[in-house]
């Protein structure tokens, strides 16, 4: 069998001044979203994603935070890593640049740079800012032009990288490479700036303590970009690339605001060291609050958790990647946010996939119809289903992942409008209605078969629900794209369990809560304890997070709003790198729900099943470590060290899915 082609892709290598807000989520999401579609057409992909660690924001944030530096960087590194497992986007490669492989790396490449000539030392006075770590041509006093933040006077011993001796090299390279730098806008700006000239860089400082030596030229550390840049080949080999066989990288994701130092810096350090270049580097816009840039210090920052939390991860994909053209400036809107949730996935996907299965259940006895011959309207929409496979597989081959979706939600309408001009509900039970019923439904199912498939990349977990509940074989994710035609539905096929998809939401309520955990993020769980789904040690788990104080009292009808009923566990396990978490399957009565509990420290797997146990079962489902948890069990907090005891009925008969009142 022949070997799969590889593809490598990066995020930006993150600076740990803060957590994701959801224009770090955007750039992992678009990536996770490439790396799905191109393991779907067959390839061999890693991701690599990353923390930046070092420079002078790091020294100045860990002293006032009053601890060593190594340790403010393994904290932040662990809740980044921990937060892109929990919304279920991990790479296939984390790198810190605290990593002794990527120093080693970074040691290497200015080796090879040093050696060909294109590194001397010098001495430099200049504007620094240290926001964005590096020196910009302002006069002293004068603010960052990039950033607009004040700048600092710096003089000291640095080595200098000759850039000034690539820029006919580099506008050679875009000449020849035209796809090198996208989009087209971004590419035009940086041909403006080398053909205006390049300047000496800068590539060590001393002034700096908290970064990797420069070895035998101490106080030298490497300076942020040749650090930083030099982390996408650290994560596939460093030195030893050739054996691991993905460097160059096939695409960089990036934002604008680095996309010089990734197609101007970046490709001449490799050049002066005699290694390959990058196929692609791919910079998006911004997505903006109140037509700002999202930035921690202007305070309009949005993360990813409330709005997780409340809608799902896979709505927050399809808004950020339908909202905008990839590579333009968005503007981010709850408002729009919860309208595209509603409109798009309430009553596009899920209410397609539900009335589907709902009329198949009904007609076929849950089972795949048999069509019959085919009409002009059943063939028109077949060959509007074909065709949009090839258009939405070279939407995507091209990123253009908004296009892509509008193609993909143009079948949904497309086949919502050929079942109301049908309507197979109103057929009678003769032989030629119940054929013609039967060929209906079957090409409704085909059809969100297809959606479904194309879809995946995008919407991994709804996806999978449709799949499964059109009883298909294997994976949504394990459909070769390649081979993905009009009528491969098999009929007689039995349907699976269905699933709640996206059950449609009042906008100004999911507004307000996603505004409340935003603006009280201490109300947010943390990456490292898990709370929204799983008995942590606290009286009733994640509720006691938003519950009052002690001596407020609520009202009968603020209770009434938790629905706890009786459930009996059914299968328990670990969860492989959650030492607190269990992954439970819970029978409530009316369904076997999955759900985590943060219980694994105090109770045995094997010795829960079969145990009767209090669930809160209309909490919204979210992912915990990468694992859907669509519940909550109820748990006491016992003893200084808040021990979870679960609350049972030991004594009692009591029938699983009663409620509690």
């Given at each position: 069998?022949?070997?799969?082609?590889?593809?490598?892709?990066?995020?930006?290598?993150?600076?740990t001044n803060g957590?994701?807000?959801?224009?770090?989520t955007?750039?992992t999401i678009v990536?996770?979203?490439?790396?799905?579609?191109?393991r779907?057409?067959?390839?061999d992909?890693?991701?690599?994603?990353?923390?930046?660690?070092?420079?002078?924001?790091?020294?100045r944030?860990?002293?006032?935070?009053?601890?060593p530096e190594?340790?403010?960087?393994?904290?932040m590194a662990?809740?980044?890593?921990?937060?892109?497992?929990?919304?279920?986007?991990p790479?296939?490669?984390?790198?810190?640049?605290?990593?002794?492989?990527?120093?080693?790396?970074?040691?290497?490449?200015?080796?090879?740079?040093?050696?060909?000539?294109f590194?001397y030392?010098?001495?430099?006075?200049?504007?620094?800012?240290?926001?964005?770590?590096?020196?910009?041509?302002?006069?002293?006093g004068?603010?960052?032009?990039?950033?607009?933040?004040?700048?600092?006077?710096?003089?000291e011993?640095?080595?200098?990288?000759?850039?000034?001796?690539?820029?006919?090299?580099?506008?050679n390279?875009?000449?020849?490479?035209?796809?090198?730098?996208?989009?087209?806008?971004?590419?035009?700006?940086?041909?403006?700036?080398v053909?205006?000239?390049l300047?000496?860089?800068s590539?060590?400082?001393?002034s700096?303590?908290?970064?990797?030596?420069?070895?035998?030229?101490?106080?030298?550390?490497?300076y942020?970009?040749?650090?930083?840049?030099?982390?996408y080949?650290s994560?596939?080999g460093?030195?030893?690339?050739?054996?691991q066989?993905?460097?160059?990288?096939d695409?960089?994701i990036?934002?604008?605001?680095?996309?010089?130092?990734h197609?101007?810096?970046?490709?001449?350090?490799?050049?002066?060291?005699?290694?390959?270049?990058?196929?692609?580097?791919?910079a998006?816009?911004?997505?903006?609050?109140?037509?700002?840039?999202?930035?921690?210090?202007?305070?309009n920052?949005?993360?990813?958790?409330?709005?997780?939390?409340v809608?799902?991860?896979?709505a927050?994909?399809?808004?950020?990647?339908?909202?905008?053209?990839?590579?333009?400036?968005g503007?981010f809107s709850?408002?729009?946010?919860?309208?595209?949730?509603n409109s798009?996935?309430?009553?596009?996907?899920?209410n397609?996939a539900?009335?589907?299965?709902?009329?198949?259940e009904?007609?076929?006895?849950?089972k795949i119809?048999?069509?019959?011959?085919?009409?002009?309207?059943?063939?028109?929409?077949a060959?509007?289903?074909?065709?949009?496979?090839?258009?939405?597989?070279?939407?995507?081959?091209?990123l253009?992942?908004?296009?892509?979706?509008?193609?993909?939600?143009?079948?949904?309408?497309a086949?919502?409008?050929?079942?109301?001009?049908e309507h197979?509900?109103?057929?009678?039970?003769?032989?030629?209605?119940?054929?013609?019923?039967?060929?209906?439904?079957?090409?409704?199912?085909?059809v969100?078969?297809?959606?479904?498939?194309?879809?995946?990349?995008i919407?991994?977990?709804?996806?999978a629900?449709?799949?499964s509940?059109?009883?298909?074989?294997?994976?949504a994710?394990s459909?070769?794209?390649d081979?993905?035609r009009?009528?491969?539905?098999?009929?007689?096929t039995?349907?699976?369990?269905?699933?709640?998809?996206f059950?449609?939401?009042e906008?100004?309520e999911?507004?307000?809560r996603?505004?409340?955990?935003?603006?009280?993020?201490?109300k947010?769980?943390?990456?490292?304890t898990?709370?929204?789904h799983?008995?942590?040690?606290?009286a009733?788990g994640?509720?006691?997070?938003?519950?009052?104080?002690?001596?407020?009292?609520?009202?009968?009808?603020?209770?009434?709003?938790?629905?706890?009923?009786?459930?009996q566990?059914?299968t328990?396990?670990?969860?492989?790198?959650?030492?607190?978490?269990?992954?439970?399957?819970?029978?409530i009565?009316?369904?076997i729900?999955?759900?985590?509990?943060?219980?694994?420290?105090y109770?045995e797997?094997e010795?829960?099943i079969?145990?009767?146990?209090?669930?809160?079962v209309?909490?919204?489902?979210?992912k915990?470590?990468?694992?859907?948890?669509?519940?909550?069990?109820?748990?006491?907090?016992?003893?200084?060290?808040?021990?979870?005891?679960?609350?049972?009925?030991p004594?009692?008969?009591?029938?699983?899915?009663a409620?509690l009142?």
């Open positions: 069998m022949p070997a799969k082609p590889k593809c490598y892709l990066t995020t930006p290598i993150y600076y957590l994701p807000h959801i224009g770090h955007y750039s990536c996770d979203t490439i790396r799905r579609y191109k779907m057409r067959g390839y992909v890693v991701m690599t994603t990353g923390t930046d660690e070092h420079g002078v924001n790091v020294e944030a860990a002293k006032k935070a009053g601890v190594s340790e403010f960087v393994a904290k662990a809740e980044w890593k921990a937060l892109w497992d929990e919304l279920g986007i790479s296939d490669e984390f790198i810190r640049t605290t990593d002794l492989k990527h120093a080693h790396t970074v040691q290497w490449l200015f080796k090879l740079c040093r050696e060909n000539g590194v030392p010098g001495h430099y006075t200049g504007q620094y800012c240290i926001y964005d770590n590096a020196y910009v041509d302002v006069k002293p004068e603010n960052c032009p990039d950033c607009g933040r004040p700048t600092e006077t710096v003089t011993a640095n080595y200098f990288f000759k850039l000034s001796a690539f820029q006919k090299p580099l506008l390279w875009y000449a020849k490479h035209p796809e090198f730098i996208q989009p087209e806008s971004r590419r035009n700006e940086i041909l403006s700036f053909e205006g000239g300047r000496d860089l590539i060590t400082r001393t700096v303590r908290w970064g990797i030596p420069v070895p035998g030229e101490e106080p030298h550390v490497f942020v970009w040749f650090d930083a840049l030099t982390a080949l994560a596939v460093g030195p030893n690339y050739e054996k066989g993905y460097w160059p990288a695409v960089h990036v934002g604008k605001d680095i996309i010089r130092f197609t101007v810096y970046w490709p001449a350090f490799l050049m002066a060291a005699g290694l390959p270049i990058p196929k692609q580097v791919w998006h816009g911004w997505f903006l609050m109140d037509a700002a840039k999202m930035s921690k210090s202007k305070g920052v949005v993360t990813p958790r409330p709005i997780v939390g809608l799902g991860m896979d927050l994909r399809y808004y950020l990647l339908r909202e905008t053209v990839f590579g333009q400036d503007n709850y408002d729009a946010l919860v309208t595209r949730y798009d996935l309430a009553n596009g996907l899920g397609l539900s009335r589907t299965a709902a009329m198949i009904k007609n076929s006895s849950g119809p048999k069509p019959a011959a085919l009409q002009p309207q059943d063939n028109a929409l060959g509007q289903v074909q065709a949009a496979i090839g258009e939405v597989l070279e939407m995507y081959d091209n253009s992942f908004s296009r892509a979706l509008e193609e993909i939600w143009s079948l949904i309408a086949t919502d409008k050929y079942l109301t001009a197979p509900w109103s057929l009678g039970e003769s032989e030629a209605d119940q054929q013609r019923r039967s060929t209906i439904l079957w090409v409704t199912a085909e969100l078969r297809v959606v479904t498939a194309l879809a995946h990349p919407l991994p977990d709804s996806t629900k449709v799949w509940l059109l009883g298909q074989g294997g994976q994710a459909v070769a794209l081979g993905l009009w009528g491969q539905l098999a009929p007689g039995p349907l699976g369990k269905s699933q709640a998809l059950p449609r939401i906008k100004a999911a507004i307000e996603m505004e409340s955990m935003e603006n009280e993020p201490q947010q769980p943390s990456p490292a898990p709370a929204a799983a008995s942590t040690p606290t009733g994640a509720a006691a997070a938003a519950a009052p104080a002690a001596n407020e009292k609520i009202g009968i009808e603020d209770f009434a709003k938790v629905e706890m009923r009786v459930g566990i059914k328990a396990e670990r969860i492989v790198g959650a030492d607190k978490l269990l992954k439970l399957t819970v029978d009565g009316t369904e729900r999955q759900i985590c509990a943060g219980i694994a420290q109770y797997p010795k829960l079969g145990r009767k146990v209090a669930v809160v209309n909490l919204a489902p979210r915990l470590r990468g694992v859907e948890s669509n519940g909550m069990i109820v748990a006491a907090s016992v003893g200084p060290e808040g021990r979870p005891v679960l609350a049972g009925f004594d009692e008969d009591v029938e699983i899915g409620r009142k």
